[in-house]
């Protein structure tokens, strides 16, 4: 049953929503509502999505697998190629085996795009929300610091910067894989059987880099190598980044966007990529969304974050788990 740490969290829950919708609709955001329930998951190799199968009752429809999605994005991306003005989403997302003391399979996203713009305005956007949430939400467990996300403008830093601040290792030298190994392991971090420059980067950012982020004011973390684009354009003039941000606060991922990809032939390679990925790594393969890649073509330049509320909610009220701000934690039952 929930305690009273859960039940001072569900305040700050409410207060916290009430805010950022406040905020987004001040801003000229449409909310919308996608559905949970989808044909084709987020192709990450990382993240495992919840199979539902459809079993037809009637005449309508045929047995198949679907999915919980593990983000709004695809939809929200075809309603931008509608001509959809901003939008935003505070919705429920799910992924299979995550349960951690900052990770629970079902957890709250807000979500949310603006076209016409790039990731520097998006950044904005995400700091003024997040620092009217911060101005009031309710304090709740000794520790509590509504304040911090206040503390603007946050910190932009670029991913090259801030493995050079923590590490000395500089990834323009340190171009490939082999080379960064070396460069990690000089200086003590054990990257055990990693070879590509992804995996080497990977060890050497969550034991170095990552804890040191964002402890005076929130940092964004800008313009990761080419290799990590995701769903992100990469850099005009400087095609070795891409225009991919996330958000880290007191060493916690908080949340992670993009200056959209609009080139369909270039998602559709990225994706396939990804699908081979998985493949090596023996994780379910899914099917390509082909309305999601048909929309990307016809969408106006865009950026977009999705941010983890459960984890900021953490922060505003000085937990240290995510169980605490969670009336019914996963952990409970799995």
């Known amino acids: 049953m929930p305690n009273q740490v859960r039940w001072r969290a569900a305040t700050g829950r409410q207060a916290l929503y009430s805010a950022l919708r406040g905020f987004f609709a001040g801003q000229g955001y449409l909310e919308v509502e996608t559905p949970l329930l989808v044909p084709t998951p987020g192709m990450e190799p990382h993240i495992t999505a919840f199979e539902a199968p459809f079993v037809p009752e009637t005449d309508v429809g045929q047995a198949r697998p679907l999915y919980l999605h593990t983000s709004p994005e695809y939809a929200m991306k075809r309603l931008l190629a509608e001509g959809a003005g901003p939008l935003f989403q505070i919705c429920k997302v799910f992924r299979n085996g995550e349960v951690s003391p900052t990770h629970n399979p079902e957890f709250t996203m807000l979500e949310f795009y603006r076209p016409n713009a790039d990731y520097h305005a998006i950044m904005e ?5 997040l620092a009217e949430a911060g101005r009031k939400a309710t304090a709740g467990e000794p ?3 509504p304040a911090f996300f206040t503390r603007l403008p946050y910190e932009r830093l670029t991913v090259r910067d801030a493995v050079l601040r923590a590490t ?4 323009r030298v340190c171009a490939d894989g082999p080379s960064l190994k070396r460069a990690a392991e000089a200086i003590g971090v054990r990257t055990g059987d990693a070879t590509s420059f992804d995996d080497v980067f990977f060890h050497l950012f969550l034991q170095r880099v990552e804890r040191g982020l964002g402890h005076e004011r929130p940092t964004f973390l800008i313009e990761y190598p080419a290799s990590m684009a995701a769903l992100s354009r990469l850099k005009p003039g400087e ?5 991919r941000v996330e958000l880290y606060a007191k060493g916690l991922e908080l949340a992670n966007g993009f200056s959209e990809l609009t080139d369909p032939v270039e998602q559709r390679t990225r994706l396939l990529e990804e699908q081979t990925l998985r493949r ?3 994780r379910t393969v899914y099917p390509l969304d082909e309305r999601f890649l048909e929309a990307v073509g016809r969408m106006p330049p865009s950026a977009g974050i999705a941010v983890g509320l459960d984890r900021i909610l953490m922060l505003l009220m000085g937990a240290e788990s995510i169980t605490d701000v969670l009336l ?5 039952f799995v």
């Open 168 to 171: 000395g290792v500089d990834l």
């Open 280 to 282: 090596q790594l023996g």
């Open 143 to 145: 520790g509590a610091d």
């Open 328 to 332: 019914f934690p996963a952990h409970e």
């Open 125 to 129: 956007d995400l700091e003024q929300a």
């Open 239 to 243: 095609p070795a980044v891409a225009e």
